[in-house]
């Protein structure tokens, strides 16, 4: 009797786990394109809600590039940037960093081969993405690339003027660099 | 044939030796109080593989300090290394940060220098290796990332590998003082900035916002009559010394540092040590446990001695034990004589003996004369424990400091010009001045012979970026 129970449940077990949609795998597209959805989002709100609101329309605070010497906001990009210095130290199987062809801290210059290829496919196409793969150190990453875009006055001004850009003609929407995503293959 | 008895009995007494000799080196190494303990300390110091460095060599004997585990390899030297230094680090806004270089785009320079660890660039026990600020690599490790930077900065072609630092331009950590815009904001500023006086301390002005503040104990209301047992109070001259204090005047009477509480109970402890100060003074005693006065002490140690450093020291003082009393002597706690005499009591160091004749002790003099107001005069301590101001957490108070940690703005010395210097100089005059190290031995009495070209060379380029404003101004007119 006991055994004839246990096979039932055994069997309704096995039952469900067939009818049930088994866990797809997501990937690493999938999974790159949500990363930079969250990431695109909290940018653009922090650039138009806070330094593009603070500084430009309202005059309230400047941001600045030193600024805790200048008691001022963060830039976007420096938010950026410390979000991804934050993820490092968290150890996350995946890493970005904002690069562009026209930084202006030099170290922004796009590094790799592939890194180089995408920045070019998303300034002559900023609607979609680019995708490669890409062996760095002894470990394969997925990459990808995503158009970093012009999305307030501010984001021109300031690169426009700052006196280290190559680059003084951006206009809004515009692509100014691009956010290199990686996450290692398996 | 059977051994001859008197081997047979060398044999055993050399059994015996050889195992308690192992045995008293096992215990030594693998006993955490062999650290503490005069017997077996000779035991542990068999085991070090080599000097340690200016940094380390207090607690060289406290193995357990920076190796965790036994087989925690360099991952786990990492967590030691951080446990004290991450913090300054992140203070110090370190231009080479971890992150930096796990990032996969850097791999190239990974393979270069395996900067993700403190231990590529500063291994200890290797003193036949070890340069200024306890580093370890060989002189050209900018160049192997920054070869090129001629290409992105003209004015620095043909400079060489080893001037990256030396030219008082930059730090591979802290640049806080050397960055471009910020010399910019400084250029031609004069040598001396004009009447300064330091910030005041303002413990007792701030102390009631403080959440938790123990106001049962301390009840910030001038005390007249020390509380101690009548039976315990022996030294008039002490109840006088108190009296005179800032504690008597805030409310802290005998047994608010005597009557300590341990395990439960409330007991009177004669000489109260600095975890008891810690209970108001907790951002200073932080900072003098991790300098170099209270290191050994932070460590579970034996506290310092000035017959333990290694730099020279008065021998009078040799066997005196730091601790908070050691500078501020107990009940009195004369903030003026912690300033210089409690230094220059231990300290027999050239920079430390030409103090006297130094224009920073002439001003020092003044104050003490009431010539000058308060803060207008450069002690010791102004310039090596300076005052911070910082925001208490969870009030909008602000609280001006000491700090207590006098390692915090040494090595490398450039530190020292915005917290210190830039207080009363220019920074052009204090750059020259911190890059002259005969001048620093003669505690800044004359003028520096050195000039650091980074600031000309800021203002050259000013200059260029101006020019060029001004041009695009003039097109887009026309």
Redo the contacts between chains.
């Keep these: 009797m006991k055994s004839s129970k246990t096979m039932l449940a055994i069997l309704t077990a096995a039952g469900l786990t067939a009818a049930l949609p088994a866990h797809a795998q997501v990937s690493y597209k999938d999974m790159a394109d949500a990363l930079h959805a969250v990431m695109e989002s909290d940018r653009t709100v922090y650039t138009r809600m806070v330094v593009n609101r603070l500084q430009n329309e309202e005059k309230v605070i400047k941001a600045s590039?030193?600024f805790?010497?200048d008691k001022a906001l963060p830039l976007p990009a420096q938010m950026f940037r410390f979000g991804?210095?934050m993820v490092?130290?968290k150890k996350m199987p995946f890493?970005y960093?904002l690069q562009s062809l026209w930084p202006i801290n030099?170290q922004n210059m796009p590094?790799?081969a592939l890194?180089k290829k995408g920045l070019e496919a998303v300034a002559n196409d900023n609607t979609k993405p680019f995708y490669g793969e890409e062996t760095?150190?002894k470990?394969k990453?997925f990459t990808a690339v995503y158009a970093d875009k012009a999305v307030a006055p501010a984001c021109v001004t300031c690169h426009n003027e700052h006196?280290d850009t190559p680059k003084k003609d951006f206009k809004i929407g515009q692509t100014m660099g691009g956010v290199?995503l990686?996450i290692?293959m398996k | 044939m059977a051994e001859p008895k008197s081997r047979r009995i060398f044999w055993i007494l050399w059994g015996i030796l050889s195992v308690t000799i192992a045995g008293y080196l096992l215990v030594g190494l693998l006993a955490k109080s062999a650290a503490t303990n005069p017997l077996l300390a000779p035991a542990r110091q068999v085991f070090l593989p080599g000097k340690t460095s200016h940094g380390h060599y207090q607690i060289e004997l406290a193995c357990e300090s920076c190796h965790k585990s036994p087989f925690g390899g360099r991952e786990g030297l990492q967590e030691s290394c951080e446990r004290c230094h991450g913090q300054e680090l992140k203070d110090a806004?370190d231009k080479h940060?971890?992150?930096k270089f796990?990032?996969?785009?850097?791999?190239?320079l990974?393979?270069k220098l395996e900067a993700t660890l403190c231990v590529t660039c500063h291994v200890e026990h290797r003193p036949e290796i070890t340069r200024p600020m306890g580093v370890t690599l060989a002189g050209d490790f900018c160049f192997h990332c920054h070869q090129d930077i001629a290409k992105?900065r003209p004015s620095h072609q043909g400079m060489a590998f080893n001037t990256c630092n030396s030219a008082g331009c930059h730090k591979f950590h802290d640049n806080r003082a050397l960055?471009e815009?910020?010399l910019a904001k400084h250029l031609g500023e004069p040598a001396v900035l004009g009447k300064v006086t330091l910030p005041a301390r303002n413990f007792h002005e701030v102390a009631g916002s403080f959440p938790g503040y123990p106001a049962d104990r301390f009840p910030l209301n001038p005390q007249t009559a020390p509380d101690a047992p009548a039976d315990l109070m022996k030294s008039q001259e002490a109840v006088g010394d108190w009296l005179a204090t800032a504690h008597a005047r805030s409310g802290v009477n005998c047994s608010g540092c005597h009557q300590v509480e341990k395990e439960g109970a409330k007991g009177w402890v004669r000489r109260p040590d600095h975890k008891v100060c810690a209970t108001c003074h907790e951002p200073e005693t932080k900072g003098f446990l991790a300098g170099k006065h209270g290191m050994r002490l932070a460590e579970g140690l034996s506290p310092m001695t000035p017959g333990r450093a290694r730099q020279p020291m008065h021998a009078k003082a040799r066997s005196a034990e730091l601790g908070c009393t050691s500078c501020h002597s107990a009940h009195r706690f004369d903030t003026k004589k912690a300033a210089v005499e409690a230094c220059t009591g231990c300290h027999r160091d050239e920079h430390t003996v030409a103090y006297e004749r130094s224009p920073h002790f002439a001003l020092w003099k003044q104050e003490l004369a009431g010539e000058l107001p308060a803060g207008s005069g450069v002690s010791c301590a102004s310039c090596h424990l300076p005052r911070d101001e910082y925001r208490v957490s969870g009030t909008s108070a602000r609280r001006t400091l000491v700090q207590h940690n006098q390692s915090d703005n040494l090595r490398p010395s450039e530190k020292m010009l915005r917290p210190v210097c830039m207080s009363c100089h220019g920074l052009g005059f204090a750059t020259d001045a911190l890059a002259d190290s005969k001048l620093a031995q003669r505690n800044f009495l004359g003028k520096p012979a050195v000039n650091i070209k980074s600031l000309d060379m800021v203002a050259k380029r000013v200059k260029e970026?101006e020019e060029t404003r001004r041009q695009k101004d003039a097109a887009a007119k026309k």
């Excluded at chain 2, 796990?102 to 190239?108: C, G, Q, S, V, W």
């Design positions: 590039e030193h805790k010497d991804a210095e490092a130290e890493s960093s030099k590094k790799t890194e760095l150190g470990t990453y006196k290199v990686r290692p | 806004v940060p971890r992150s796990t990032d996969p785009r850097n791999a190239d990974l393979e992105d960055y815009d910020f970026v």
